[in-house]
């Protein structure tokens, strides 16, 4: 899917028109735009191992969204646990 980008008027900047995807972090929703992209190229990808593909997720992880300090490892883990269910949802 090809993303639109809006522009702003008054400020210049840009916003995208990405879906967005609800990401559950320690137990709190988060709406990341464009998870369901990375996710599917991270699928293709057919990794062999959990490891490679934890180690994927976290390269991406700063493309999708800014990340509070100190909570990586929350984000990293909300990611496996939704690709986890992604994958099951393949099979």
Do not use: F
Request: aromatic content about 4%; proline content about 4%; overall charge neutral.
């Amino acid at each position: 899917m090809r993303e639109k980008k809006i522009g702003c008027a008054g400020c210049g900047t840009t916003l995208s028109s990405a879906p967005m995807t609800n990401l559950t972090v320690k137990g709190h929703p988060i709406w990341i735009s464009g998870l369901d992209d990375m996710m599917g190229r991270v699928l293709r990808r057919r990794l062999q191992s959990r490891k490679e593909v934890r180690e994927e997720l976290h390269i991406q992880l700063p493309q999708l969204c800014q990340v509070p300090a100190g909570e990586e490892d929350d984000y990293v883990a909300a990611l496996m646990d939704e690709y986890d269910r992604r994958l099951a949802a393949l099979n």
